[in-house]
């Protein structure tokens, strides 16, 4: 079946997903300015566990999956240790979005040095994002999958 793409409902309805898109971006702010991460540690847990997750995937053979869910499901068992500690509190996220780059399967001479550059790359960006996307799905798997994509084209421009 051949598709057209010149059907004259498509002008109305591109008209009409930005209308909606408008709407929803002046409905529902998705930048917030009350967020409590203070503590610039804790982007330094993303690239231990984006290590941690990768050496559980691949050396261990569990699996990119597995392997985040059990990092992931660890550090948010860590609030449990000191429930009145903020620093605690905080440190599930930043864990889990380093279990997003360890969940990679690369065969690359220097894997271990491009983990951690994705992981700093991440951390970066997870600090300079703090205050965007609160509470809205996929911003750590976007942050994880940005910080791969810049590190392997860094890497690419070295080794080049």
Not at 29 to 54: G, M, Q
Not at 70 to 81: A, D, V
Request: hydrophobic share 50%; charged share 10%; net charge positive.
């Amino acid at each position: 079946m051949n598709e057209r793409i010149e059907h004259y409902l498509v002008p109305y309805i591109i008209i009409m997903i930005c209308a909606l898109l408008l709407v929803v971006y002046r409905k529902f702010p998705l930048h917030h300015h009350e967020y409590s991460f203070d503590r610039k540690t804790l982007v330094l847990w993303i690239p231990i566990a984006a290590i941690i997750t990768y050496l559980i995937n691949n050396q261990l053979g569990l699996g990119g999956v597995f392997s985040a869910g059990i990092i992931g499901t660890l550090g948010s068992f860590l609030t449990k240790f000191n429930s009145r500690s903020e620093y605690l509190k905080q440190i599930a996220g930043p864990i889990y979005c380093g279990a997003f780059i360890g969940m990679t399967s690369l065969d690359f001479q220097y894997v271990y040095w491009m983990i951690i550059t994705a992981g700093v790359f991440t951390a970066l960006l997870f600090f300079a994002t703090k205050t965007l996307f609160v509470g809205v799905g996929g911003k750590l798997g976007t942050l994880a999958f940005i910080g791969v994509l810049l590190s392997m084209l860094l890497f690419k421009l070295i080794i080049s």
